[in-house]
């Protein structure tokens, strides 16, 4: 395993300013004895030069020419010091000093990373960067068709060489601080433009079903143009999509070879199990009689009597009559909730739960991955259901709607760009959790069992998109190892959404049709 993640954690129950006070005093002491540690380190390396100039002195010296410096005994009453052992022990004081420093320094940052100590400067600096509106004019149509095309060679839409891809890959990575303020003002531009063309045509103010001009320039300078933008794409979109593929969905229960979905006990199973859903259906799994596009939906009975319900969606397929397409995305991004709930991939996931017994009161946990978190997120927003829980992972929702009292743990890696398609930063709330991954190649030193980074389960030398779920898995298997009460405190609550016996599994296939 090559390639390992590092996470850090914004939003989820605060700390109180007492707590928060205690641990960044406790952060400022493990650095300051780090800094110590490295002193001591530098004082015993100056030690060890003193004994090695002392040792080359000593030679122009008659008495210690008469007797080896590393032999026991005297000369002339002259006691010879054991300079090379002396020398090795200051080598060992000054590696000793630095293990203990770099060890002090990683303490300081497990303690800083667990309790979200600086993400919330981190969150304004983010947000701040995507509020600055991109100058349309500013944005070149080469440069423009280049980004365009890493995207889609990254998640495979287009096919290109290895190397290419890599190159893809790469520009993604290096970029990945500037992707959220790039959608953001590609929205605006695509904004101004829409806005410019009814100006043009008479259709700057008053009011109807078309969007006013100034309403559009207005929203450029929001945090929501991005899903302003796919609002109006939608209208477009949506009616084009219908034609190719029609707008009935064909809804079918699959009975799998075996049981796909194992029963769930928390988040780090929920995920596990959204992602054998996935790469059962996607050909990257075992062959078990799953195609594309199905959702799976597991039934408990709960400890208090209750019936409580998990809806596992995966993301986007691509394939022509599938409900989760590519443009089903844009109507899911939308501003608008009844275009959101209109989405394809949105009505076939209601339609299974409908048909596998959800009832409008019980509770409900979602978790979807990319096209399926948005799903989720949308369930959250608009939906009749008792959404409780939902998890995303790589999915961009930050302008979601979602209803006060659900609880929403996002999953985002630093460089999968799709993540950060809505422009903006989640919002950091006791109830929005959001964990952020960073991507980097495993230090030559590194130790088994190390708390400091947790490996990519099945990564290649190469890098890959880190939009595999995958690498979510291990994004948050790492914030859960911090011990963070915050990512303890939103396990707790989804595990209350489900908690007792699995009693059944279904397995629901759409389809589009004319």
């Given at each position: 395993?090559?390639?390992?993640v590092?996470?850090?954690?914004a939003?989820?129950?605060?700390?109180s300013?007492?707590?928060?006070?205690?641990?960044?005093?406790?952060?400022?002491?493990?650095?300051?004895a780090?800094?110590?540690?490295?002193?001591?380190?530098?004082?015993?390396?100056?030690?060890?030069?003193?004994i090695?100039?002392?040792?080359l002195?000593?030679?122009?010296?008659?008495?210690?020419?008469?007797?080896?410096p590393?032999?026991?005994?005297t000369?002339?009453g002259?006691?010879?010091?054991?300079?090379r052992?002396?020398?090795?022990?200051c080598?060992?004081?000054t590696r000793?000093?630095?293990?203990?420093?770099?060890?002090l320094d990683t303490?300081?940052?497990?303690?800083a990373?667990?309790?979200?100590?600086y993400?919330?400067?981190?969150?304004?600096?983010?947000?701040?960067?995507?509020?600055?509106?991109?100058n349309p004019?500013?944005?070149?149509?080469?440069?423009?068709k280049?980004?365009?095309a890493?995207?889609l060679?990254s998640?495979?839409?287009?096919?290109e060489?290895d190397?290419?891809?890599?190159?893809a890959?790469?520009?993604?990575?290096i970029?990945?601080?500037?992707?959220?303020?790039?959608?953001?003002?590609?929205?605006?531009?695509?904004?101004?433009g829409?806005a410019?063309?009814?100006?043009r045509?008479?259709?700057?103010?008053?009011?109807?079903?078309?969007?006013?001009?100034?309403?559009?320039f207005?929203g450029?300078?929001?945090?929501?143009?991005?899903?302003i933008?796919a609002?109006?794409?939608?209208?477009?979109t949506?009616?084009?999509?219908?034609?190719?593929?029609?707008n009935?969905i064909d809804l079918?229960?699959?009975?799998?070879?075996?049981?796909?979905a194992?029963?769930?006990?928390?988040?780090?199973d929920?995920?596990?199990?959204?992602r054998?859903?996935?790469?059962?259906?996607?050909?990257?799994?075992?062959?078990?009689?799953?195609s594309?596009?199905?959702v799976a939906?597991q039934?408990?009975?709960?400890?208090?009597?209750?019936?409580?319900?998990?809806v596992i969606?995966?993301?986007?397929?691509g394939?022509?009559?599938?409900?989760?397409?590519?443009?089903?995305?844009?109507e899911?991004?939308?501003?608008?909730?009844?275009?959101?709930?209109?989405?394809d991939?949105?009505?076939?996931?209601?339609?299974?739960?409908?048909?596998?017994?959800i009832?409008?009161?019980?509770?409900?946990?979602?978790?979807?991955?990319?096209?399926?978190?948005?799903?989720?997120?949308?369930?959250?927003?608009?939906?009749?259901?008792?959404i409780?829980?939902?998890?995303?992972a790589?999915?961009p929702?930050?302008?979601?709607?979602?209803r006060?009292g659900?609880?929403?743990?996002?999953?985002?890696?630093?460089?999968?760009?799709?993540?950060a398609?809505?422009?903006?930063?989640?919002?950091?709330?006791a109830?929005?959790?959001?964990?952020h991954?960073?991507?980097?190649?495993?230090?030559?030193n590194?130790?088994?069992?190390?708390d400091?980074?947790?490996?990519?389960?099945?990564?290649?030398?190469a890098r890959?998109?880190?939009?595999?779920?995958k690498?979510?898995?291990?994004?948050?298997?790492?914030?859960?190892?911090?011990?963070?009460?915050?990512?303890?405190?939103?396990?707790?609550h989804?595990?209350?959404?489900?908690?007792?016996t699995l009693?059944e599994?279904?397995?629901?296939q759409?389809?589009?049709?004319?």
């Amino acid at each position: 395993m090559t390639w390992h993640v590092t996470s850090r954690i914004a939003g989820g129950p605060a700390l109180s300013v007492a707590e928060t006070q205690q641990f960044q005093a406790l952060c400022a002491s493990l650095a300051q004895a780090s800094r110590q540690m490295t002193i001591q380190a530098r004082y015993w390396s100056e030690a060890r030069e003193r004994i090695v100039s002392y040792q080359l002195q000593s030679g122009f010296y008659p008495a210690n020419q008469q007797v080896s410096p590393f032999n026991a005994g005297t000369a002339t009453g002259h006691i010879p010091l054991r300079y090379r052992a002396l020398s090795a022990w200051c080598d060992e004081q000054t590696r000793d000093c630095h293990a203990i420093a770099e060890r002090l320094d990683t303490l300081c940052r497990l303690v800083a990373r667990a309790h979200g100590l600086y993400t919330d400067a981190e969150h304004r600096v983010s947000a701040y960067g995507a509020s600055i509106p991109t100058n349309p004019l500013a944005t070149s149509s080469p440069s423009l068709k280049q980004f365009a095309a890493s995207i889609l060679q990254s998640i495979g839409c287009i096919p290109e060489s290895d190397d290419k891809q890599q190159a893809a890959l790469e520009a993604l990575h290096i970029t990945a601080p500037y992707h959220e303020a790039i959608m953001a003002g590609f929205s605006a531009m695509v904004l101004g433009g829409i806005a410019a063309s009814r100006t043009r045509r008479g259709i700057g103010t008053g009011a109807g079903g078309v969007r006013r001009a100034d309403d559009l320039f207005q929203g450029m300078l929001t945090k929501q143009r991005v899903n302003i933008a796919a609002g109006q794409l939608a209208s477009i979109t949506s009616s084009l999509n219908d034609r190719r593929q029609g707008n009935c969905i064909d809804l079918t229960r699959r009975h799998p070879s075996r049981q796909i979905a194992q029963p769930v006990d928390g988040i780090t199973d929920a995920i596990a199990q959204l992602r054998s859903v996935a790469e059962s259906q996607y050909g990257t799994g075992e062959d078990n009689g799953l195609s594309y596009a199905t959702v799976a939906i597991q039934r408990y009975r709960r400890d208090d009597g209750g019936t409580g319900w998990l809806v596992i969606v995966p993301g986007t397929d691509g394939h022509a009559d599938s409900p989760f397409g590519w443009a089903q995305n844009i109507e899911l991004m939308s501003d608008d909730a009844d275009t959101r709930l209109a989405a394809d991939s949105a009505r076939m996931v209601m339609d299974a739960m409908h048909r596998a017994g959800i009832k409008p009161d019980d509770p409900v946990a979602v978790i979807g991955h990319s096209q399926g978190g948005i799903v989720a997120a949308t369930l959250a927003a608009d939906s009749p259901y008792n959404i409780r829980h939902i998890v995303t992972a790589g999915s961009p929702v930050a302008n979601h709607p979602i209803r006060t009292g659900v609880w929403a743990t996002s999953i985002e890696m630093d460089d999968e760009l799709v993540a950060a398609l809505d422009g903006t930063p989640n919002p950091a709330s006791a109830s929005w959790l959001t964990i952020h991954g960073s991507v980097a190649q495993a230090p030559h030193n590194l130790e088994a069992g190390t708390d400091i980074t947790t490996p990519v389960p099945q990564s290649t030398q190469a890098r890959e998109m880190s939009h595999h779920l995958k690498f979510h898995q291990a994004a948050y298997a790492n914030a859960h190892a911090l011990g963070s009460e915050a990512v303890d405190s939103h396990n707790r609550h989804f595990r209350e959404v489900i908690a007792g016996t699995l009693e059944e599994t279904s397995y629901w296939q759409g389809r589009m049709a004319r």
